[in-house]
């Protein structure tokens, strides 16, 4: 399987979390792969957060 990269700081780890968090991500279908520590960022204060699954490498 294809490397992931977390959508904001651009690494890769072995366990990332797929989710929406902005409202383009709605009108668009786009799901993002991000890292834990960046998840925690994005959750907060974010009405558009949404949590699509965890996918492990
Ligand atoms: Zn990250």
Redesign the pocket.
Known sequence: MKEKK?N??K?GYKKMFRIKYKELHYSNKIWLF??E??LKLIKKNNSFYRYGGTWKK
Do not use: D, R
């Open positions: 977390c904001e700081c690494i991000v890292c520590s960046c």
